[in-house]
């Protein structure tokens, strides 16, 4: 429609009226970034808008010479009229919730949410508008989230269970945001933690940015020996798997942390121990709250099970339809996409036997391909 | 079942055996015999007539979920697995229970069968009052047990291994307690599991009345040039060489009026042939012989497809066993009149085998036949015909080799020397999602090849197989990530796509077929590797496929 703040190009979600885009994948003069994983940040924007909180990543992964304005949470600025404020997306640190003013009409696009608080960044807020664009990638109902509280406590009885039989616990995840929720959440009496090269440089933001996480080593540091790895638990990026880097840790137990490994298919595929259902996305529920939250009566729905999401809201009294875009999904950082490199394994990974190698995969339901 | 359920996550969620050996044996020794009973059962493949129809099952669950039937199959379709789809939608546990697995088999479960029968009406409430009180993961043994979809990545071997850990005894031991312990009707008991495990008992352990069979003698893989054959072999004299069929290969024993028949893989299979079992009881006491089960018609061997079967069947009516009619090709003989053979070299057994094939005269048992030349190069020009033939290649066995145990090559060797699959590269029309391990991946595809040469503007693309193995994980990611951003049009679970994907695919064999399209089917096709480097235009067209056929 003509009268839309915002509209699909070519380049990405665009706001006539205002004259830039959210999270565009193809360059363009201003952007607004609702988070700073690449498939939402990417880089050759002339101008970046983005929370305060995403500006040490976006500087380190896009370079510290990008013209970037940031705002806090509910600070508006205006811009040819359209009034741009940010409001939490509680999907990692510095996600935020766009919400536009225009002419008496407000539109919130989403960018990536996440509807339960999980202490390391700020937790989602609905934000009331006309017209709401949602991600859609758990859109199914049989993604279903366990509570932090349920997850921890397997989590953490896994890695018991394997310190006491003396081997390491070696969990494989998303380096920016979820191995930080990890690292917050776990119990670190259990055992020493160790994080791989791709880690380490976003908990330093984290921690920069106020948030509680444990000690954490690295297995170049000194005193790192045999005896200390089989009683701690370790963070790499799924990258790792298969690499020789996991060599030092022996005979060790591995899992990994993702909302699909809520699928018994998915979790056996991945040819891991343990899988553990944990996503910085909203479950079905969660979309589901979130969208009646904002009183929205219009749903654009984006990157995820499209077809789905627009076809249940139109069948719920709302007027839905998709967008199409060029997000992936960070749980899903091996498969290829038009995005390219993705953050966690083509940035700051100094660790020099951090290299590749042979990569399982994880299903590409989060991607954008299912246009309705 | 909280145990139980406990277990199949265990066994569920572990990719290595012998972390699914410990598990199994774990539970066996603490499980209360009762509930033991029912494990094996199931395990070992046990599946009671179905309880409940999948339909009255997805209307009751879509219902309680409180969603659409489309969003229930979309629901479906993610997971690829009914049972699982149930336990995934629907809404949390509200009571709670402390009973066993055999308790709930016996109580609940199976009398589900009569309640649809005598009431009806009564089923949906007695369902909906039964998973109120499991927890998530019962859920999904609850209704994988009522689907029957109840599959765990364990062998029924595995479960024979732990059993016989567990007991202290053989496996092969157990493999014999265990036949008809699977029976649909069966109801295993405490004593039926404490017998499964006792020790062997005196009558068991004699050799004349035994019907353990002897460790399988392996052959290994034998892909030389034909010039090095004589270094390396000596001349063709010293061998015996027969084809190498391509079927089940099998012991028979026959001791004290009895006959078992054991695959190699250690499991009984004589109620799957019956015409085996009767030509068993044609052999004196005290025989066993090794050999390949296969289909045998109009004189000649009958490709696997054939043998598959009748190894998918349940039931063997009487249909089935007229029109697949197996045999044995007998090519050793390991016991005679008691004794054990396996000392004598090679060419010694056989003589004895021929003799007894030559006495005995039965139309299920037929000798392997041997092959001569007096060069290599004779054999090998022989060997050609072995595609024809529908056999795999050849078998060259030291005339003076004693019967080894596995793979073993100090008292003799036993060479396989294949022939090569035939290839073809074709392009991947159509997709669908898998199941179980894949669902959610486009896994399985549907291969074309042209109908015209290059340069021909109206050719087509004919569909000619299906394949789903032969990619590692990670380029079916890839795959499937192509497809979704190719995709053409979808039929439920099927995608047509661009075609832009070029495979080579291997397979066993080929023959016209009025069935097929392309008007020939292909045996056993499977993607050998992904031709990132060819162009669609490149592919093969009918013209190459059909010049492969047998003349």
Redesign the interface.
Known sequence: MPDDLVIARPEGLYCPPGDFYIDPWRPVARAVITHAHSDHARIGHAHYLAHTDSAGTLRTRLGNDIALQTLGYGEAIEHHGVRVSLHPAGHVLGSAQVRLEHGGRVWVASGDYKTEPDGTCAPFEPVPCDTFITESTFG???Y?WPTQGALFAEIDAWWRGNAEAGRASVLFCYAFGKAQRILHGVDASIGPVVVHGAVEPLNAVYRAAGVALPNTLRVTDPGIDAALLKRALVLAPPSAQGTPWMRRFGNYADAFASGWM????????R?????FVMSDHADWPGLQQAIAGTGASRVFVTHG?VA?MV??LT?NGLEAQGFKTEYGDEDDQ????PSGGRLGRGQAAPDAEADGG????????G?G??AP | MKDFAALYRELDASTSSLAKQAALQRYLREADPVDAAWAVYFLAGGKPRQLVPNKLLRLLAQEAAGLPEWLFDESYEAVGDLAETIALLLPPPTEAHDLGLARWVEEHLLPLRDAGKSAPDELPARLRAQWRQLAAEERLVYFKLITGAFRVGVSKLQVTQALAAVGGIDPKRVAQRLMGYTHIGGRPRAEDYRALIAPESGAEQVQKTSGQPYPFFLAHAFNLPLEQFDAVLGPPADWIVEWKWDGIRAQLVKRAGAVWLWSRGEELVTERFPELAVLGEALPDGTVLDGEIAVWREDRVQPFAELQKRIGRKTLGAKLLREIPVVLLAYDILEWEGRDLRMLPQWERRALLDELVTRVQHPALLPSPMLTGIEWSDLARQREAARSMGVEGMMLKRRDAQYGVGRTKDVGVWWKWKIDPLSIDAVLIYAQRGHGRRASLYSDYTFAVWDGPPGQDDRKLVPFAKAYSGLTDAEMARVDAIIRKTTVESFGPVRSVEPTLVFELGFEGIARSARHKSGIAVRFPRMLRWREDKPVAEADTLQTLAALLPS
Do not use: F, K, N, Y
Request: no cysteine; net charge positive; proline share 14%.
């Open positions: 199914l109902p049989i279903r809520q699928l018994r298919g998915t979790r056996r595929r040819g891991v121990d343990r899988g099970s789905v076809r249940w069948e091996e498969t290829p996409s042979p990569h399982p995969s994880l299903p590409t339901e991607e391909a299912t």
